[in-house]
């Protein structure tokens, strides 16, 4: 039949076995407009052309002015930070993902992390942390790949939302709580089932602890 679905850097190989009957052969081998399929066949496309016009405000994000927005130090000294010892983790990374996975989580966040040092060299650092977080998201959709690249897309894209209007420690903490439903929305996965919404429900969870009237 052919491969019907690959890692493209998996480490190692992968077998998959089915149980199939004479019926179900046939209909893997039938023709299909899956383009990604062994045996695809052509569709019918419609020369007919139909024009809407879509509002600015739908497509264009904000974009804060260089010329108006003080730098952001400490974002910044955070973000190198965690690319630098994402980097330092590629191998480690690697090995924890061979005993259950294909291998290749390090590479992933490796692959992340240099595309966020790239952004930090050519583009002023937003101000805003909800305008951050929106950057980050669109980078790390297009840039990092994988499952992780799109888990970590909806993080950031549902975290950045209560960000927009307050930006203090109770802010902080709602978009954490926003970015983990999303996850947990979309991925399936619910805190203890050993993913990385495990660590993210952790730090949530001192958030939350920092709110309180004696919190230090």
Known sequence: VGSFMTALEMAGVSLTL???????????????????WSKPVRMSVT???RQRAV???????EEPDPAKVPPSPHMRLILECVCSKMLSLQEQLNDLDRAAGDGDCGNTHA??????????DAKPLPQRPYQLFSSLAKLLLEKMGGSSGALYGLFLTAAAQPLRTDDDLAA??????AGINAMMRYGGAVPGDRTMLDSLWAAAKELKALKTPKAD
């Open 18 to 36: 089915l149980q199939v009957d004479e019926e179900l052969l046939i209909l893997l081998d039938s023709d299909t407009t899956a383009v990604a």
């Open 47 to 49: 020369r007919q052309k």
């Open 55 to 61: 509002p600015q405000e739908c497509c264009k994000e």
């Open 111 to 120: 692959q992340a992390a240099i595309a966020i040092q790239n952004w930090l």
């Open 172 to 177: 902080w903490s709602l978009a954490m709580d």
